[in-house]
């Protein structure tokens, strides 16, 4: 078995505005199973942070427990990065967010994590409006303690062993949206093409941004009658919509059908164009996206793609008010004002 | 496109870069890994059954597998695998392999057979069919076999004891030798019984520049394989104390660093053309200038001046190469003064020509351009159907191991000959074999980690030292820990990834973890469409794109050859063992089965 990747890169290898190759994103070699649906997950983030020039430093990677989160190894090795406790990725994300408002958060995390043991951190972490991106690794099913059913699997869907789950499923997505998030996608590991231009926008979102990514198992759940296989997702995945992320200072080349497309505007100064394929839905519209997520339910299909967007957010800096400074730069006279701020604001409650 | 073909035996053999550009084909990865355990007897024997001569070639080859590496390619400033003096190391540590050698049967097959020259090429083909019974009859001017081996080689590059041993094994096999027996006839040779001829006379006349003052210093002006030759039979024993050579191949090179070590304290090479152009080796050149030899470019010969029936020296044109549209070059003069170098000797060294003075015209064997016999490039046979030829002899000048090659195509067409086949339709296949590599899960047969050492260089003798004999070996070969080393830097390219397109589910594993973005699953599409549509742009046109069957997603596989690591992690991170590491023993088929 191999441990260490080669050195060498293709010689051939594009370099990006800020000078890195798409090699200087990546992290050690994976040691998940063969096949898993994380490893494209992990590939498809590199690819995006190579895409939008990130310069490592400026990002930080989250994680709390379970296959998915061991994957910020995978990426990413020059960025900062915290390995949490199970679950607790979003209130170790909440605390370096308030620290450092500048980084860019990119929490990872999987079905069990988020929708099992980390729920209760989960959707406070969405109520807040996080300015972060939060991944949900999605393969139905807890691989590393050998596949049980997860909160996220199915109801009706196969294990490999051959029983049927018999629970109704957490939709994470659904939930978000329940719960104030304002820019939420779903999408596949096998499908980068939709999947990189997601994180992409994502990372731009200035507010909580839920990605829940099917991932399937391969070792677990990647047999007949499981709704997280490669050919079950292949097979009923419907795009919503199609989408591009034009990055700030290039110009728009991409023409679409009028009616159809809805150009959003990110605060950076880069664009959200989207192409919609899914009848009767409109992304800016909440209850437009529930009754299709319900309708999709019904009928059996994964929407996939961009769901839901909502520019007119506020993150949580901005909803307490915080100093635009970062914190962990503010020094000890703005932090501690003395006796006289504090005679001051003493004598006005008097 | 269309799926790659991979039982085509020639897709996977062009994979193989070292070995497709080895003229004989000589199964490099394989040997290498042999090196790499210590198993010198069976890489040895695997390079003997190839190219005849290990201990010769480890030493002195051409090397054309080495600017074909793999390994020179996959970044900027990467060298190639020491494959030539990992060769040597084989013939160094080897234990005895007489025993493993065929040897000639006791009955005869009741065919004669002549060669005519001792070199490479004849002893190649009286080694592939010496034991198949055929009476073999070795002809050279010399009193030793070699050939060009012997007499253009200077023994501080090719030490004389592994000429003897090497040419000793194919002797030893029965062969009739015929020494100091300079074949002046070819009409009494075809006179003889003979039941086949094989010409391997090599490209024997050493090219004269006819300036003047050219025969006035004749006494001091030598033709560069003369006096090679000359000094490797001990004729001549010492040169003057300043010494030209002009030419700038690798006959220049042996020239002016046997002239060092002759007395010549100011040897001087002077090439017409610009440095970049030299035919030399690269290494040649080097090794020539750490012996203090300064080389002048740009310099055509004008005049030998000759004083008092006494040669001085030589004047020099200063030119500069121009190149038209299509390429072709002429030097033009700058406009300088002339130069003049002094010199007590100059070598002539600008090449070397064929010649048959001794094959009668009115025998029926056709003589075609520049005075060069009518041969079959595939079954090497004359327009008289039992002359065959070989080596430099049949195409003009080329190198050793091409010799080699040539001498297993014409003894297989002299098998083949004698038994009234048909040299073409009837020609073996090469042999191939594809064997997996697995050994259990993620576990391979052979050493998959790429290391990420330098190339690493050869120790040489102490200048001093090995400038004040002739005979002592410069190079002084690998020591066994350093040749494990720069055997572990060959990227196994033998070991192929094969993949089938049944058993794919399309995850992507391979597609992010191969290091140099060789995989891709897109659209197919022409050849041109695709190379710009992969993961990384495949611009190498030489290097072929693997292509499979459509999968179910309507997508192809693509791989790019051109800079695969065969690091098998596409197999090891392939959850349906859609990849797979298979090793691919490809090999040229000789006249009889040597090993």
Redesign the interface.
Known sequence: ??F??????????PKNRVGYT??DYEGA??TL?????H??I??AIVQACFEIDLEPHKLAKISGIGCSSKTPAYFLRNSHGFNSVHGRMPSVTTGAYLANRDLIYLGISGDGDTASIGMGQFVHAVRRNLNMVYIVMNNGCYGLTKGQDSATADAGSISKEGHTNQFRSIDLCSLSIELGATFVARSF??D?HQLVPLIKAAMAHPGFAFLDVIS?C??FN?NKGSTKS??YV?AHQEATSELDFVPEKEAIHIHYKEGKSVLAPLHDGSLLHLYKLAPGWDPTDRRSVIDMLQNAKVEGTIPTGMLYLDMNTRDLHDLIHTVPQPLNSLREEALCPGQAALEEINASYR | MKPTNIQNPEYFHKVVDCQYACPAHTPVPEYIRLIANGKYTEAYLINWESNVFPGILGRTCDRPCEPACRRG????G?EPVAICRLKRVAADNKGPVKQYMPTAPAQGNGKKIALIGGGPASLTVARDLAPLGYEIHLYDEWHKAGGMMRTQIPAFRLPESVLDEETGYILSMGIHTHFNHYVSSMREILNKDYDAIFVGTGAPKGRDLNLPGRKEGARNIHIGIEFLANVAFEHVHSIGKKVIVLGGGNTAMDCCRTARRLGGEQVTVVVRSPFSTMKASPWEIADAQREDIPIYNNMPPKEFVVENGKLRGVIFEKVRAEYDDKGRRTLVPTGEPDVFMEADDVIIAVGQDNAFPWIERDLGIAFGKWDLPVVDRISFQSTMPKVFFGGDAAFGPENIITAVAHGHQAAISIHLFCQGKDLLTDRPAPTTNLVRQKMG???WIYD???V?DDRYAVPHEEKKLALSNRKVEVELGFDTDTAFKEAQRCLNCDVQTVFYHSRC?????C???C????ITFTINGDEDDLRMRL???A?NKSQDLYVSDTL??GRVMVKDED?C?H???CA?????AAWDMQKYLYNVTKAVKIL
Do not use: W
């Open positions: 078995m191999s260490i990747k080669p050195q060498f890169r293709h010689p051939a290898l798409k090699a070699i994976s199973c063969a096949g898993c649906g490893d494209s992990t590939a590991s096998g980068k399937p391969v070792t990647n490669y050919d292949r | 390619r996959i970044e900027q990467e899960i993620h576990e998959n980690a790429v990420s589910i399309e995850c992507d594993a597609v992010d973890v290091p140099t973005s060789c993961s990384a742009p611009l179910p997603t800079v690591l690091c098998g992690l090891e991170r392939c959850p349906t």
